[in-house]
């Protein structure tokens, strides 16, 4: 029997050290796709003051050939150099207009999916509940369930009533197929007493993330391979763990529904390096 308990808690370490390598590697590449937006954002501002000045010397150009064509009466005026410095400016507010173009696509497209998915969410979903949140930080949507509708406590079983939450956003994602979920268990920071399967926070907060993520696939009929179990533990609390109602609001786990940003970002990576040459 000792044996199949230590076999046990080292098969829960093992899960829990994959789910973290895995969120780490998401946190990481979400990181780097942030600093590309925000470099875009960058150029897209640089493009904007360029065409301004563009458009200023275009303008003034268009002046000067006015008061020549005005003085003088006389078309020949018009010196074959100031039409070919028109020309050149006029080509130049083109180009830069292009590029703006196609980087405020980009962005634009990104935006538009991400509120897509919070309007399918909300309307689906359809719940005016305290204990569950919607909102969207830095692009992401994040999905926050109180524990008291999902867990008994100290346990991971998923009971009932959360089945029929998780079943609405299994629907939202089912229906995006281009979408990843990850699912983080938080608790707060009240010891878990060893039951000899789980040691402390950290085996419940992720055994209560695997437990979701199987009714999400083995009743919902979720794609595994769009899902990543995680626990957190609890080191990223809400808010102070001095009450039993803050205690409360950092018990939750959180379904991160993300779209696989490469496709949105591919537009300005390869906008950014043409730019670069």
């Known amino acids: 029997m000792k044996k199949?308990?230590?076999?046990?808690?080292?098969?829960?370490?093992?899960?829990?050290?994959?789910?973290?390598?895995?969120?780490?590697?998401?946190e990481s590449k979400n990181k780097e796709t942030q600093d590309?937006?925000?470099?875009?954002?960058?150029?897209?501002?640089?493009?904007?003051?360029?065409?301004?000045?563009?458009?200023?010397?275009?303008?003034?150009?268009?002046?000067?050939?006015?008061?020549?064509i005005s003085s003088s009466k006389d078309l020949t005026m018009l010196t074959s150099k100031g039409a070919q410095n028109l020309e050149k400016s006029l080509e130049?507010?083109?180009?830069?207009?292009?590029?703006?173009?196609?980087?405020?696509?980009?962005?634009?497209?990104?935006?538009?999916?991400?509120?897509?998915?919070?309007?399918?969410?909300?309307?689906?979903v359809g719940i005016n509940d305290p204990d569950i949140e919607i909102n969207v930080e830095k692009g992401v949507v994040f999905i926050s369930i109180a524990d008291k509708l999902l867990f008994k406590?100290?346990?991971?079983?998923?009971?009932?009533?959360?089945?029929s939450v998780l079943a609405k956003?299994?629907?939202?994602?089912?229906?995006?197929?281009?979408?990843?979920?990850m699912?983080?268990?938080?608790?707060?920071?009240?010891?878990?007493?060893?039951?000899?399967?789980?040691?402390?926070?950290?085996?419940?907060?992720?055994?209560?993330?695997?437990s979701i993520v199987r009714v999400l696939t083995n009743e919902l009929g979720v794609n595994p391979a769009k899902l990543i179990a995680a626990g957190r533990s609890s080191y990223v609390p809400l808010v102070a763990n001095d009450?039993?109602?803050?205690?409360?609001r950092n018990r939750r786990t959180r379904i991160v529904v993300m779209p696989k940003i490469d496709q949105f970002y591919e537009?300005?990576?390869?906008?950014?390096?043409?730019?670069s040459k």
């Not at 808690?9 to 994959?18: A, D, I, N, Q, R």
């Not at 954002?41 to 458009?55: D, G, I, M, Q, S």
């Open 92 to 124: 130049s507010l083109k180009e830069k207009d292009l590029r703006i173009t196609r980087l405020q696509d980009a962005l634009t497209k990104k935006d538009s999916v991400t509120l897509a998915l919070v309007t399918s969410l909300k309307s689906v």
């Open 183 to 210: 699912v983080e268990g938080h608790t707060d920071d009240v010891p878990f007493r060893s039951n000899g399967i789980l040691l402390d926070n950290w085996d419940l907060s992720v055994k209560r993330s695997t």
């Open 36 to 68: 590309l937006l925000n470099s875009a954002t960058v150029k897209l501002n640089t493009c904007l003051e360029e065409r301004a000045a563009y458009a200023a010397t275009a303008a003034s150009l268009k002046d000067q050939n006015k008061d020549l």
């Open 169 to 181: 956003v299994a629907k939202v994602v089912n229906d995006k197929p281009d979408f990843e979920c």
């Open 267 to 275: 537009m300005i990576e390869k906008e950014m390096k043409n730019q």
């Open 4 to 26: 199949v308990i230590t076999a046990l808690s080292v098969l829960m370490v093992l899960s829990s050290c994959v789910s973290k390598k895995k969120y780490t590697d998401l």
């Open 153 to 163: 406590s100290g346990k991971y079983e998923v009971t009932d009533k959360a089945k």
């Open 243 to 248: 009450s039993a109602e803050n205690k409360a």
